[in-house]
């Protein structure tokens, strides 16, 4: 990834993996769901404990964000540039999703919208509850990691990647040396070990972007992959670990992961890599990811578990029927409302953009 064009490349496979981990997401979340309101252990609870998908997209994102605006480090303005990106990539989608569904709750009879945190919702913000759309409270975090780089961006080329790695680690520190449980807000989420997450796809980025051979990238997807069996079947000896040391092992696992898969990837024939974005999965993402609980809400309100509750095989079956009509429509939704929302916002953004650093230029 020395070159730009290097950088390009490895996106295919990043893509690919986006959309599994969406469809792990949609899993996850009709498990959780299965066993909270109709007490069903779907699939003998094979998606229910598998909690990691939120850490390989922290993994990810360090990853991408650090290999994308490296070389915008110390210029004048990139870090603002940095942030509208950022904005643009993240708020459209979720403001319009979350105002849709404060529409749909308050249709529902007896229902009050005084419980939920509307403002932090809609700005991604730290908040004790769960956002409006449930699954966006990672969003908070993204936010934070953010405007941690942004910050560190401006800062002369040569000491940006210590100044983050410094700052990143002196907050998880505190964290521990203070006795500071994570949390998603309050003191706790700034110390939160996600933070190791985002940082350790920086450190892989770089390397990668330094050095690395065929032979490394097949050795560290295995070394992953291994990692990945052993964390998801050893659920229950991980979660007697702290925070801090599952954090640690998930950052390290897919860390390693993405390092070896941009590896890999990088030493293939464009035309010869078999690993590719299947159906756009990973370009709607994101889309899925907020999304799906719709369909979620739908199914769990208004289906009856009962007429299948002595089927074991049809509840499993209807269950994961359940998923795909999820992740179909988060596809729906990608396809007609965030890209056209993405082209319509562009033009917006841009001259908003321009007239916020023309006073700076000016000065």
């Not at 769990?300 to 998923?323: E, I, K």
């Not at 562009?346 to 000016?362: D, F, I, N, Y």
């Amino acid at each position: 990834m020395a070159k730009q064009s290097g950088a390009l490349a490895v996106l295919h496979g990043f893509q690919a993996m986006r959309g599994i981990f969406a469809l792990l997401v949609v899993c996850h979340h009709v498990s959780v769901h299965a066993a909270r309101y109709w007490d069903y252990n779907w699939l003998g609870g094979l998606f229910y404990h598998s909690i990691f998908r939120v850490d390989f997209f922290f993994v990810l994102s360090g990853f991408v964000l650090w290999g994308s605006h490296r070389s915008d480090a110390g210029q004048c303005g990139m870090a603002q540039r940095f942030l509208w990106r950022r904005a643009w990539r993240i708020y459209p989608l979720l403001i319009t999703l979350t105002l849709f569904k404060l529409l749909l709750l308050a249709l529902v009879p007896g229902r009050s919208l005084g419980s939920y945190q509307i403002i932090p919702s809609l700005l991604a913000l730290p908040q004790k509850s769960f956002p409006i759309i449930v699954a966006a409270w990672t969003m908070s975090f993204e936010v934070f990691f953010g405007a941690l780089m942004a910050a560190c961006l401006m800062l002369p080329r040569k000491v940006v990647l210590p100044a983050l790695l410094t700052t990143g680690g002196l907050l998880v520190g505190t964290g521990v040396r203070q006795g500071i449980s994570p949390a998603i807000s309050g003191p706790g989420f700034f110390v939160h070990p996600f933070i190791l997450e985002f940082l350790a796809g920086v450190v892989a980025a770089e390397w990668v972007r330094q050095r690395g051979s065929r032979t490394w990238g097949i050795a560290l997807c295995a070394a992953a992959l291994g990692g990945l069996i052993a964390g998801n079947f050893q659920h229950a000896w991980l979660s007697d670990h702290s925070v801090l040391w599952q954090k640690g092992f998930w950052a390290a696992v897919f860390s390693l992961g993405l390092a070896g898969l941009a590896l890999f990837e990088r030493s293939v024939v464009p035309e010869n890599w078999r690993l590719k974005d299947i159906g756009n999965l990973g370009r709607a993402s994101y889309s899925i990811f907020l999304a799906h609980g719709f369909v979620l809400m739908a199914v769990f309100a208004f289906v009856d578990p009962d007429m299948l509750r002595n089927q074991p095989l049809l509840m499993d079956l209807f269950l994961f029927l359940a998923a795909a009509l999820a992740v179909l429509f988060g596809m729906a939704v990608w396809k007609w409302w965030e890209q056209p929302l993405s082209r319509w916002c562009k033009p917006m953004a841009q001259t908003l953009q321009v007239r916020c650093e023309s006073p700076q230029q000016a000065s």
